[in-house]
């Protein structure tokens, strides 16, 4: 008949059971340690000091933040200055396009340079329009909202304003007004906000700012001669041939050489990409400092970790073999 459990016996079952527990947990986090090379246990690696910890990385958590300020700002300008540069190349080619057509005279020449500036017209509107990730870039912070209405819509509203002109000063001085400061141009073909994307942080007091909207003047200059060009054998204007020659040679004269606006513009934007990406190279070197820092800090001598976790290894066997001995024990082995 089996002897009664005693007190005793249960008291060294759960002595056994909580060694063999605190055992186990030992050697799983010795193993995390040996192969990841990092403490499982900061609080004891570190005695308790998390200052210098923390400030690594609430530094690493600041970079995280700037790195994805530059790679924003380097999206946003790299697209801006392809969009300026596809803009400046249709009014340079256009501009080329239209003093040959007024040179030569010839009413079919300038239908041809007309229908292509129209042509041109929309793919200026449709770059200026261009989104990243769902945010219009030209529109300052209305972002979400496309800076300009089509291009169709805006000759539409100049040949309104046209209607009834005669000759080139009249032509030209309804386009001025219509494209100048507080002119239609603001409040009828600009839907964006007079405000401009907000600086981008760089880094601890280091911005980079982006101050380009589809309605700067630069832009719309050039906007203002291609519509000319386009406008020049618009059928339903019904100029006389001589004023489509003037208007189209006025319209090549300015996009060829009224360009000092759009050259600005992409100087200052080099200038804005420039410091973006300076501002990311910094924080690639910056970010690898800290986590060497870090991984200094949290990191375990291997040969140590191993040489305890063998001596755990070893201590766990010895409890096995200890707990089936006595799971073995008779009364006659007791009494010897």
Do not use: C
């Amino acid at each position: 008949m089996p002897s009664p459990i005693t007190i005793g016996d249960l008291a060294q079952s759960f002595m056994l059971r909580q060694q063999n527990t605190d055992l186990k947990s030992r050697m799983n986090q010795l193993s995390q340690e040996l192969a990841s090379g990092r403490t499982a246990d900061v609080a004891r690696h570190l005695s308790g000091s998390y200052s210098y910890l923390a400030d690594v990385e609430r530094n690493l958590t600041l970079i995280e933040g700037y790195d994805s300020a530059a790679s924003e700002a380097i999206l946003f300008t790299g697209t801006m200055q392809e969009v300026l540069d596809r803009y400046q190349t249709l009014a340079t080619d256009l501009g080329s396009a239209a003093l040959t057509a007024a040179g030569s005279f010839l009413d079919e020449a300038v239908i041809g340079a007309s229908t292509r500036a129209s042509e041109d017209m929309e793919s200026m509107v449709n770059a200026l329009n261009t989104t990243v990730a769902g945010r219009a870039i030209f529109s300052g912070i209305d972002s979400d909202t496309s800076p300009l209405i089509s291009s169709e819509q805006i000759l539409d509203e100049l040949r309104t304003a046209l209607a009834g002109q005669t000759d080139l000063a009249g032509v030209q001085g309804v386009l001025d007004t219509w494209f100048g400061p507080g002119g239609d141009f603001e409040t009828v073909a600009y839907q964006g906000s007079t405000t401009s994307l907000r600086p981008f942080l760089l880094g601890e007091g280091e911005t980079v700012d982006l101050d380009l909207r589809a309605d700067d003047p630069g832009l719309r200059e050039l906007m203002k001669h291609t519509a000319m060009a386009a406008l020049a054998s618009d059928p339903g204007l019904g100029f006389d041939s001589a004023l489509q020659v003037e208007m189209m040679k006025a319209a090549g004269e300015g996009l060829s050489f009224q360009q000092e606006g759009i050259v600005q513009l992409r100087a200052d934007l080099g200038y804005a990409q420039t410091r973006a990406e300076e501002a990311s190279a910094r924080v690639v070197s910056e970010r690898a400092g800290y986590l060497i820092a870090q991984s200094e800090l949290l990191a375990v001598d291997p040969y140590e970790t191993a040489t305890q976790l063998e001596d755990v290894q070893f201590q766990l066997e010895a409890l096995y073999a200890l707990t089936v001995k006595l799971s073995r024990l008779s009364l006659t082995d007791y009494l010897r």
